[in-house]
C-alpha cells in the first residue's frame, strides 16, 4: 500500500537554527498538509496545500514557517529560526482529489530544539 | 468553535470487553468525522470515518456511533483485543477552499489487558 514518507525522523536543532523537514506524499495525491503535535498534546494543523499554494493556514504558521514542492514529488516544511517551543512531532499528510478520500499521514518527525 | 473535545483521556478494558471513545463539537459546519489510530512512533492512521447524514456506520469491530441534534459522536471497539492499544483521536473536518484541514480531539489511549 502506498504511504506517506517522512525524513529525517529525529532532528536535533540549535535553538535559532533553520531546519528543513521533508515529506514524500503519495505519488497521486494533489493535497497537501502539515500538521504537529507537541508531546502529550493534541495534533494541530499548520498549513494546507493545493496546486502549488498554500490554501489555508493556522496562526501557528507564522513567518517563521514556510511550505514549497521544490519538485513532481518532495513536499518541505522549513522553519526558520527555531525556537525551543517548536520542539513537537511534525506529521505530514496527503490526499488524493477524489472525494470522500481520507488525509494519509506520516509517521512524523521529532523535532528537537537545544 | 473549532473545537472538538475528546473523552476519557484514558481507558483501560479487559480483552473482549467493549470500548467506548466519545467526541462532541459545536460548530455544525464540520461535514467529515474520522477516527484515527496512532500507535507509538507511528503517524496517525485512518480506522473509520463518518459523515453526518448517517447515524452509525460498522466496520468490522468498530462502530461510529453519531449524534447530528447533539453534535456528538463516539467509537465503540468490541471484543477489544491487546492490539487494539493504541491512542485514539477522533477528528472534524471543514471544508473551507476545498483544504478539508483536520481538527483533532486530545486523544484517548486505549489499554487492553490480556
Known amino acids: 500500500e502506498p504511504e506517506v514518507t517522512q525524513t529525517p525522523s529525529h532532528q536535533v536543532t540549535q535553538m535559532g537554527q533553520e531546519v528543513i523537514l521533508r515529506c514524500v506524499p503519495i505519488?497521486?495525491?494533489?493535497?497537501f498538509y502539515w500538521y504537529r503535535q507537541i508531546l502529550g498534546q493534541k495534533v494541530e494543523f499548520l498549513v494546507s496545500?493545493?496546486?502549488?499554494?498554500?490554501?489555508?493556514k493556522s496562526e501557528i504558521f507564522d513567518d517563521q514557517f514556510s511550505v514549497e514542492r521544490p519538485d513532481g514529488s518532495n513536499f518541505t516544511l522549513k522553519i526558520r529560526s527555531t525556537k525551543l517551543e517548536d520542539s513537537a512531532m511534525y506529521f505530514c499528510?496527503?490526499?488524493?482529489?477524489?472525494?470522500?478520500?481520507?488525509?494519509?499521514f506520516g509517521d512524523g518527525t521529532r523535532l528537537s530544539i537545544l | 468553535q473549532q473545537q472538538v473535545k475528546q473523552s476519557p483521556q484514558s481507558l483501560i478494558v479487559q480483552k473482549g470487553g467493549i470500548s467506548i471513545i466519545n467526541c462532541a463539537y459545536e460548530?455544525?459546519?464540520?461535514?467529515?468525522f474520522p477516527w484515527y489510530q496512532q500507535f507509538p512512533g507511528k503517524g496517525p492512521a485512518l480506522l473509520i470515518a463518518i459523515r453526518p447524514d448517517v447515524s452509525e456506520k460498522k466496520e468490522g469491530r468498530f462502530t461510529i456511533s453519531f449524534n447530528k441534534s447533539a453534535k456528538q459522536f463516539s467509537l465503540h471497539i468490541m471484543d477489544s483485543q491487546p492490539g487494539d492499544s493504541a491512542t485514539y483521536f477522533c477528528?472534524?473536518?471543514?471544508?473551507?477552499?476545498?483544504?478539508?484541514?483536520?481538527?483533532f480531539g486530545k486523544g484517548t489511549k486505549l489499554t487492553v489487558n490480556p
Open positions: 496545500f493545493y496546486n502549488n499554494e498554500i490554501s489555508e
Open positions: 460548530n455544525t459546519a464540520f461535514d467529515y
Open positions: 499528510a496527503s490526499r488524493s482529489s477524489t472525494s470522500d478520500q481520507p488525509q494519509h
Open positions: 505519488s497521486n495525491h494533489l493535497y
Open positions: 477528528a472534524a473536518s471543514i471544508t473551507q477552499g476545498g483544504s478539508e484541514k483536520l481538527v
